[in-house]
């Protein structure tokens, strides 16, 4: 069975502390890995497709990295409009279509 | 970019009564459109699978009878809770696919906040 596993649950950052978000994954035959970004109370925002190990991806202060277990998303001097929950989701080859996302990490940029 | 709408953005109606909830692509036809619930804290759950012009796909423990999908064209799937109860609560957000597109590029629309009271 596909599983995906996010940590931490929470982030608490200060304004320009640097760190990073783990995704861990078990899935048979990887199709892409994404991640998104989801504010409070809307949908989520598209940031990043990896499809092999060793890919990486960036985006302003964001930089996704995968391997074949697990995937990071790097945040570099994070601002406080960096705060969100950040959810990482796999498609497999067994599951059509289907994303199978981890519970998400909501972090906290504070100026 | 392809854009995905929600509407309503929020509803919030009796306990029995039902609800519908529309997913739109806007400026791109979208063969397969998913249904996901999202409980507060809680990470998406698919409910669905919607292809145009044919029945909905469930997920396992997904009630069919309660939870309506109507997939009637490429730029329309509609979402109806049959007979709402407090426990149907939750955010419901929609996907689309679009045509000749793999299953990687999924756009995601606002999201839909149903209270039951």
């Known amino acids: 069975e596909d599983q995906v596993t996010q940590s931490p649950e929470a982030l608490r950052l200060q304004e320009g502390e640097s760190s990073s978000l783990n995704c861990s994954y078990t899935?048979?035959?990887?199709?892409?890995l994404f991640w998104y970004r989801q504010d409070p109370g809307k949908g989520p925002e598209f940031l990043f497709t990896l499809y092999s190990a060793g890919e990486e991806k960036e985006k302003e202060r964001l930089k996704a990295t995968l391997t074949k277990k697990e995937s990071f998303l790097h945040i570099t001097a994070p601002k406080p409009e960096d705060s969100a929950t950040y959810l990482c989701?796999?498609?497999?080859?067994?599951?059509?279509?289907?994303?199978?996302f981890g519970q998400g990490t909501t972090l906290q940029v504070k100026p | 970019g392809a854009v995905v709408s929600q509407h309503p953005s929020w509803v919030i109606c009796k306990s029995g009564t039902s609800v519908k909830i529309e997913c739109r692509s806007l400026?791109?036809?979208?063969?397969?459109m998913f249904w996901y619930r999202q409980f507060p804290k809680q990470s998406l759950m698919l409910m669905a699978t919607?292809?145009?012009?044919?029945?909905?796909?469930?997920e396992q423990g997904v009630e069919k009878d309660k939870f309506l999908i109507n997939h009637a064209s490429l730029t329309l799937s509609t979402l109806t809770v049959t007979s709402a109860h407090p426990e149907d609560s939750s955010f419901y957000i929609c996907s689309a696919v679009t045509s000749g597109a793999s299953y990687n590029e999924q756009f995601f629309g606002p999201g839909t906040r149903l209270t039951v009271l």
């Open positions: 899935v048979s035959g990887l199709r892409g």
């Open positions: 400026d791109f036809q979208a063969t397969t």
């Open positions: 989701a796999v498609h497999g080859s067994s599951n059509t279509g289907k994303l199978i």
């Open positions: 919607s292809n145009e012009g044919s029945k909905a796909t469930y």
